[in-house]
């Protein structure tokens, strides 16, 4: 199998590790060569949080390329615009349409970009949910990510029974039915509900 390049990014807070346990998790129980790296990044709350994941017949290198991610999953807006020029020509963008302000623009020494989503669909492919919304509905914010993951799922080479059975496996267990639902509200979002552009 030709090596697949995954790029997660977030902020610290919103679940971005847990979600890499996930996917390599899953990869390894699928029998692939997984090799994971957290390049960049600080666990607290408010810093910028980038984890590669690269997986295939066998994977050498950890670290993803300038140019070379299939698939780009972005916890928050800012973040999908600072590292949209990892991905590939016909690389994909999954972003959560949710507003996290770093540090630069709380002091009010920058202003936050407007229409980010918008700007980078003219050049990328993106599908965009407001997993926050989506997590209030089901009564628990702490659970965004995982419907981030679900609409990223649908460009991945996995089932959806596959990565329940990981994310059963992963996830606190007295949090583990919550966590299949918002897999399945993500993994079930139709594409005319998302923000798609070429």
């Known amino acids: 199998m030709k090596t697949r390049n995954i790029m997660i ?3 610290g807070g919103q679940g971005t590790l847990l979600t890499s346990r996930i996917l390599g998790g899953l990869i390894i129980q699928a029998g692939y060569d997984v090799k994971l790296s957290e390049v960049h990044g600080m666990a ?19 670290i993803v390329e300038e140019g070379q991610a299939d698939v780009l999953i972005a916890f928050e807006r ?10 590939k020509k016909g690389g994909v963008i999954v972003a959560n349409d949710q507003r996290i302000d770093p540090m630069p623009v709380v002091i009010g020494a920058v202003k936050y970009p ?7 669909s003219e050049s990328y492919k993106v ?6 919304e989506e997590a209030r509905k089901l009564g628990n914010s702490r659970v965004s990510n995982v419907i981030v993951l679900g609409v ?4 991945m080479d996995f089932s959806r029974e596959e990565w329940l059975s990981v ?12 966590n299949k639902k918002a ?6 979002l139709h594409n005319e509900k998302l923000q798609t552009g070429e």
Do not use: C, M, W
Request: hydrophobic residues 40%; aromatic residues 12%.
């Open 44 to 62: 607290q709350r408010g810093g910028s949080v980038v984890t590669f994941v690269r997986y295939g017949s066998r994977v050498y290198e950890p």
């Open 9 to 11: 990014t977030g902020v």
């Open 127 to 132: 599908y965009s949910v407001d997993a926050a």
């Open 167 to 178: 994310i059963e496996k992963t996830v606190p267990a007295k949090t583990v039915e919550l």
């Open 183 to 188: 897999f399945d509200i993500g993994y079930n």
């Open 114 to 120: 407007d229409n980010i989503l918008e700007g980078l």
């Open 152 to 155: 990223a799922a649908q460009h």
């Open 78 to 87: 800012l973040e999908a615009l600072r590292y949209a020029h990892f991905l």
